[in-house]
């Protein structure tokens, strides 16, 4: 029989529709090696991958039917195989289900979006961005194993490629009643542009740009700087890029080294996904826009003028 | 058909935001509370259903401090037909197993065909209790759905995660939760107004729905540290005078950023 280590630490990895790691789970690997042992779990496809971002014992069970209740099947049989010390899930819409049925299912609390992992001498520990980045906060569960989802992009520490021992996890499926899942289409991912939750730069446009054709102004910046696009709500609502590059309070929450905004006031839930980031730029032309308040370096002036000159100058050099 | 709509009270994200450095909890009165605006769209997607069928009902269900009860009744303004509000001192600074087996076991009270509630709350932003009620009922979750459409016997829709966008479909009861894709809220009218102040609004405690909100021999969820972090200072601002890209693409060289 396999054993598990007493400091196992079992991360649920997603996978996408054709079968892959879906990005996040490098992440979940790493932080789960700040802590312990980390003990993957796959459910459907994929498996083989986990080896290699540092998983010394990959569980692997078939894909169900329906929405949510096989993996929580799934999580459950592996809590009570491995024991883990923690429960590692990705912050994702999937995850997000999966963390809150499986606690509601084995009467756990659990701690959402952890940007980090550690341990004090009590256990394993979650750390938390509260409001925008304005309060770091961190929590524990008062026994039992600590249950977290995982802020995608958050975690930068990568474990080491491991050997990996696959085993297959019998899962009894109960008889919770699940939601069908009718047809499934891939979401199509840029493939030349680095991956917003966990980019080192950030080129943002908002409902300053005016129109999709003229968004693609934020995007030549992005290409030239090898930064991700993200997007203001108001941009989004526009319909000039979808909805999950919407950066702020109900978007994905950024903190890159640099981050651009272009033609976005700065609201304060907008402020409230990437006031975290290292250097930020603002380029509008109202001088009193919120934006400029948490700007390093900001330029009042007309995006239309301001950035073919600054892809200009970029270029020149590199030429 | 009976449409329970979930709903919170929040701190207006439009203000600034305060957590109460010994405790960790939301400092109520430093910001002004509003409906969560996810919990009016979830509002408007019940009534949306309801403007169509006679048949269908749509109740509130909020589980928040006495003083939560105006911000409630915005939701009976709306259109909603009445109110269900769980108030408990034990409940102040629940977590969110404790928050689900509350409102999972006033939903069991109350009786529904169909739930519906917000992705994520903006204060909160956990993300997790439409999952963990649905679990605690057992019945089916659609969660982040993006369009819904509502029948008499089932529910269907369009749910985007960061991977796929998919089809789900179930029958009733359910229980669903939406994004902010929806469209916005209605604005309450005079009239609405007027009638709200006549509409069942119910509160109960801990007690009726037969909860201990002080075990100890759960796990509950424990905040063991806060720091405030500073906030940002502005830095330089410059007004374009015809050369303010070139010294921006100066800037993000010096820093080695471009
Ligand atoms: C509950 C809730 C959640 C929200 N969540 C989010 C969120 O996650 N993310 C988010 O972004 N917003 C969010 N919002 C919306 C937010 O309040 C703002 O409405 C939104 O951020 C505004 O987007 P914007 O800055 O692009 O548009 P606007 O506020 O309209 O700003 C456009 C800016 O472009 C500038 N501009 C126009 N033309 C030019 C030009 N030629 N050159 C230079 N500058 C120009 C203008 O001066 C203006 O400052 C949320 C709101 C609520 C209530
Ligand atoms: N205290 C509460 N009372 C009623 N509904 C709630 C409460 N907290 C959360 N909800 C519902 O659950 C959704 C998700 O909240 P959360 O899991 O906190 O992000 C919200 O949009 C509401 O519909």
């Given amino acids: 029989m396999t054993t598990f280590a007493n400091d196992s630490i079992l991360v649920l990895l997603d996978t996408t529709p054709d079968g ?6 490098a992440a979940l690997v790493g932080a789960a090696s700040q802590v312990g042992t980390p003990v993957a779990l796959v459910v459907g496809e994929g498996a083989d991958g986990a080896g290699a971002l540092g998983a010394a014992q990959v569980l692997h069970a078939a894909a169900g039917d329906g929405l949510t ?14 024991q883990p010390e923690a429960i590692l899930i990705s912050n994702s819409i999937d995850g997000r289900d999966v963390a809150g049925r499986l606690a509601a299912r084995l009467g756990l609390s659990v701690a959402v979006d952890a940007v980090d992992i550690s341990r004090d001498d009590q256990g394993v520990v979650a750390h ?5 980045g304005a309060y770091n906060v961190q929590s524990a569960t008062t026994f039992g194993p600590l249950l977290a989802t995982l802020r995608q992009g958050a975690v930068e520490t990568r474990a080491t490629a491991a050997e990996a021992q696959l085993i297959p996890l019998d899962v009894a499926a109960t008889q919770a009643p ?16 680095p991956e917003l939750r966990s980019a080192a730069r950030v080129v943002s446009g908002g409902r300053g740009l005016g129109s999709a054709e003229s968004f693609a102004l934020v995007e030549s910046l992005a290409d030239a700087l090898g930064a991700a696009v993200g997007a203001s709500r108001a941009a989004v609502d526009a319909g000039y890029v979808p909805h999950a590059l919407q950066v702020g309070q109900t978007g994905v929450s950024v903190s890159p080294q640099l981050y651009i905004a272009v033609g976005i006031s700065g609201a304060i839930q907008h ?5 975290t980031a290292k250097t930020i730029v603002a380029i509008n032309k109202d001088a009193d826009a919120p934006i400029f308040d948490v700007a390093d370096f900001g330029i009042v002036g007309d995006l239309f ?3 073919p000159q600054l892809l200009e100058a970029l270029d020149a050099k590199k030429g | 058909m009976k449409i329970v709509v979930l709903v919170k009270e929040v701190p207006d994200t439009w203000g600034d935001r305060v957590l109460n450095l010994e405790t960790g909890l939301a ?13 009016e769209r979830a509002i408007e997607v019940a009534l949306s259903y309801a403007d169509e069928h006679d048949d269908a009902e749509v109740v509130l269900l909020s589980m928040a401090p006495e003083s939560a009860a105006a911000t409630i009744r915005k939701g009976l303004a709306m259109g909603a037909a009445s109110a269900v509000h769980i108030v408990d001192e034990a409940l102040h600074g629940a977590d969110l197993s404790l928050t689900s087996e509350v409102l ?6 109350a009786g529904f065909d169909l739930v519906i509630t917000g992705n994520q709350s903006t204060d909160g932003v956990a993300g997790v209790l439409p999952a963990m009620i649905a679990e605690r009922l057992g019945i089916p979750q659609l969660t982040a759905l993006t369009e819904v459409t509502i029948e008499a016997e089932r529910v269907s829709g369009r749910r985007v995660t960061d991977v796929a966008t998919m089809q789900v479909s179930a029958p009733l009861p359910a229980l669903v939760s939406i994004t902010e894709a929806l469209p916005d809220a209605r604005f309450p009218n005079f009239k609405g107004i007027m009638a709200a102040k006549k509409k069942p609004y119910e509160t109960w405690s801990l007690a009726d729905l037969e909860i201990d909100g002080e075990r100890v021999d759960v796990p509950r969820s424990i905040m063991t540290a806060i720091a405030e972090r500073p906030p940002r200072q502005a830095g330089v601002k410059i007004v374009d005078e015809g050369d303010a890209g070139q010294k921006l693409a100066d800037f993000l060289r010096e820093n080695r950023l471009a």
């Fill in chain 1, 20 to 25: 892959q790691l879906a990005a996040s789970s």
């Fill in chain 1, 69 to 82: 209740v096989p993996m929580v099947d799934a999580v459950a049989a592996a809590v009570e195989l491995v």
């Fill in chain 1, 128 to 132: 938390h961005s509260v409001y925008g």
């Fill in chain 1, 178 to 193: 699940a939601a069908s899942i009718d047809s499934v289409e891939p979401v199509v991912v840029s493939s030349t542009r």
């Fill in chain 1, 271 to 275: 402020r409230a996904g990437m006031q």
């Fill in chain 1, 305 to 307: 003028t301001v950035l």
């Fill in chain 2, 27 to 39: 400092d109520r009165a430093a910001s002004e509370a509003v409906l969560d605006e996810i919990g």
């Fill in chain 2, 104 to 109: 999972a076991a006033a939903l069991r009270k």
